[in-house]
């Protein structure tokens, strides 16, 4: 028969501890990364206009990735302050806990590449296709652009493709990383 535990103030305040700190910013940072990547910008491409949904996305995934580097930053101090091994054994990715701290790197690095790098590219070269399209009077993809049109298109499909690379590589990370904590736990010693 399972045990039965009645609620209590003090119960509750044991609620607050490191390990419910480190699974609710894992909860936050997974469901968003999950949301941002498969739901959330679809929907907004199939009910905007183009030119407004790029405008949405330049301003929206800035902060996404800044909250993802935050919180994948976060985790990784917790990780390492429950998992003291990882600095011991560093060089040494298939030793589980360190393997989970470089899962955490890889998410904090993709976002940062994608904030810092890619993601501004990308703007640039939206907004500097959007402009040329007004100067030539023709939509992107209409045939006949001119060359300059053409190599923008190139520029923007291959810096939206290694951005969206980026932002897979970080939600399979964490993805990996639920597994690893669902089956372990988040403890340490």
């Known amino acids: 028969m399972a045990r039965v535990q009645l609620l209590s103030i003090a119960s509750l305040s044991g609620l607050f501890n490191l390990n419910a700190v480190y699974l609710t910013g894992y909860a936050w940072l997974f469901g968003m990364s999950v949301w941002v990547t498969f739901f959330g910008g679809i929907i907004a491409y199939r009910a905007l206009p183009r030119h407004q ?26 990780w390492t302050f429950k998992h003291p091994d990882i600095l011991v054994y560093l060089a040494r990715p298939n030793v589980a806990d360190v393997a989970q701290f470089y899962a955490l790197a890889t998410v904090f690095s993709s976002q940062a590449l994608n904030y810092f790098v890619i993601g501004p590219l990308t703007s640039k070269t939206m907004f500097q296709r959007q402009r040329l399209e007004k100067e030539e009077g023709k939509v992107y993809n209409d045939p006949g652009v001119s060359d300059e049109m053409k190599a923008l298109n190139r520029r923007f499909g291959s810096l939206h493709g290694i951005s969206s690379l980026a932002n897979l590589g970080a939600v399979l990370a964490l993805g990996f990383h639920g597994l690893w904590i669902g089956n372990a736990g988040v403890k340490g010693y």
């Open 53 to 78: 949904f790029g405008a949405l996305q330049h301003k929206t995934f800035p902060v996404y990735f800044v909250l993802s580097m935050l919180l994948s930053s976060g985790l990784m101090a917790i």
